[in-house]
């Protein structure tokens, strides 16, 4: 079975950073997508990050271009979400997301991903 856990949530400042970590396991494709994800209340979720296993393609949604970052341990069982200059419109449940096969690049952020952690809740405050 594959099982992806997110951790490092939690409350933060406006202005400060987090960083969120996906461990990953039994997933052993060798082609992947590893997305980032949130839902805000009463919102659609929406793609944040993603990464390619092919050429290393990354994509971000425009909302966290220049203030997130996303990157994975060199094994692949670890994915991260560095994000720098929290904003109030920041806070959500992300969630972490693995399908196997390369990024789509005409739509990185579907919301098909074959595989999803249970989320970690963000909370920004000002």
């Known amino acids: 079975a594959v099982y992806l856990e997110e951790s490092g949530g939690g409350p933060v400042q406006a202005g400060e950073s987090l960083r969120l970590s996906c461990t990953i396991s039994?997933?052993?494709?060798?082609?992947?997508?590893l997305g980032w994800f949130r839902q805000a209340p009463e919102k659609e979720r929406e793609g944040v990050a993603a990464?390619?296993?092919?050429?290393?393609?990354?994509s971000y949604a425009d909302s966290v271009k220049g203030r997130f970052t996303i990157s994975r341990d060199n094994n692949g069982n670890t994915l991260f979400l560095q994000m720098d200059s929290l904003k109030d419109e920041d806070s959500a449940v992300y969630y972490c997301?693995?399908?196997?096969?390369?990024?789509?690049?005409?739509?990185?952020?579907?919301?098909?991903?074959?595989?999803w952690g249970q989320g970690t809740q963000v909370t920004v405050s000002s």
């Open positions: 997301a693995a399908e196997r096969t390369h990024c789509s690049r005409r739509d990185p952020f579907h919301l098909g991903f074959d595989f």
């Open positions: 990464i390619s296993s092919d050429d290393g393609f990354i």
């Open positions: 039994g997933f052993y494709n060798n082609n992947y997508c």
